[in-house]
């Protein structure tokens, strides 16, 4: 029968082993570290006495966030990164695309600074790295102009392309001749005419359009025109009402004294419906001071400002004001596109 002396030994290794233990010590004997591991500091008794520690259920879930973000946007970049040196997958879908000036029969790699085109009869499609992919359609023609971790960009020059990606905002950009298409995780069709001309078309989340500091925002079934020289127009949803498209035409891209300013205007107020705020507030930060201040009026009745945002700050320029404005409207905040813009 044990005593007690006997289960001090599993303890402290006072009085006498079991010998079934004595066996088991002899045989993990040889297992031993060598030399014995140092011996742990003493803990303060302060922290033994410590209550537990108690976790902010909003601390995780940022954290767990912030972790998640890293981890899409260093994966992104390190899937981007073997893809530099190789160039695009590119794999003929109709026809016989050029690659490079030659026919391209099944497959082949876009480089850097070398040209994609298709005929009348052509169509391709190329692997952006792995963070998506861009169909070419007949008579386009594009280059590859970049293709590093944080920066995939193309230059389409002619024609009409479908992208779809997947990646983190603002990895993807197309060049066209009138403005920079930037894709904020999206899919969508782009075309751009002989003359330079371009038609931006969002079929799921969001494209940035930019031109030396004029920007259009356009979410999914909405489109934006753009002209050289001039930059990206005024986005519409694809179901606006009749006359918006010529309408804002006449407005982005027609001259400043022209008198058919006004009608246009008021085509665009009358028929305008509570979503095409998108088109409203678009229209405060360009046009004349009386067009501005007519465009703020109806804004205001299909959906008035938040408090604190005045007629005073949205004419005059305040993109604090105007920004908020956006936020209001439900359709996506702002301030995630003002961080990306700035910290990329």
């Given at each position: 029968m044990k005593t007690e002396r006997d289960a001090d030994y599993l303890w402290d290794r006072s009085g006498e082993p079991d010998p079934e233990i004595a066996r088991l010590e002899a045989t993990l004997g040889t297992l031993r570290r060598t030399?014995?591991?140092?011996?742990?500091?003493?803990?303060?008794?302060?922290?033994?006495?410590a209550a537990p520690r108690r976790f902010s259920v909003r601390a995780v879930i940022t954290t767990l966030t912030a972790a998640a973000v890293l981890c899409l946007v260093a994966g992104a970049a390190w899937m981007a990164v073997g893809q530099r040196r190789v160039g695009w997958a590119v794999e003929r879908l109709e026809g016989s695309p050029l690659l490079d000036g030659r026919a391209l029969t099944s497959t082949g790699r876009l480089a850097i600074g070398k040209w994609l085109e298709t005929d009348v009869a052509s169509?391709?499609?190329?692997s952006v790295g792995q963070i998506g992919r861009v169909d070419v359609d007949p008579n386009s023609r594009l280059q590859l102009v970049e293709?590093?971790?944080?920066?995939h960009r193309m230059s389409l020059v002619q024609g009409t392309i479908h992208a779809r990606i997947w990646a983190p905002p603002k990895f993807f950009f197309v060049n066209t001749p009138s403005?920079?298409?930037?894709?904020?995780?999206?899919?969508?069709?782009l075309q751009v005419g002989e003359d330079g001309?371009?038609?931006?078309?969002?079929?799921?989340?969001?494209?940035?359009f930019e031109h030396a500091g004029r920007e259009a925002f356009i979410p999914e079934h909405a489109v934006c025109a753009t002209r050289p020289g001039l930059g990206p127009g005024t986005p519409r949803y694809d179901d606006a009402p009749?006359?918006?498209?010529?309408?804002?035409?006449?407005?982005?891209?027609?001259?400043?004294?022209?008198?058919?300013?006004?009608?246009?205007?008021?085509?665009?107020?009358t028929n305008?419906?509570?979503?095409?705020?998108?088109?409203?507030?678009?229209?405060?930060?360009?046009?004349?001071?009386?067009?501005?201040?007519?465009?703020?009026?109806?804004?205001?009745?299909?959906?008035p400002p938040p408090d604190g945002v005045t007629r005073e700050a949205v004419l005059g320029g305040d993109r604090r004001a105007i920004d908020r404005w956006w936020d209001a409207l439900g359709l996506e905040s702002t301030t995630w596109w003002r961080?990306?813009?700035k910290n990329w």
């Open positions: 030399p014995p591991m140092p011996a742990l500091p003493a803990r303060d008794a302060r922290t033994n006495a169509r391709a499609r190329v293709s590093r971790a944080r920066e403005a920079v298409a930037i894709d904020l995780g999206c899919a969508y069709t001309s371009g038609l931006l078309q969002v079929t799921h989340g969001w494209v940035g009749n006359g918006y498209g010529e309408a804002l035409a006449l407005l982005d891209f027609g001259a400043p004294d022209d008198p058919g300013r006004a009608a246009a205007l008021d085509v665009i107020l305008a419906r509570p979503r095409d705020a998108l088109t409203l507030w678009h229209l405060l930060r360009r046009g004349t001071a009386d067009e501005r201040r007519r465009v703020f009026d109806r804004m205001a009745q299909l959906a961080l990306w813009k």
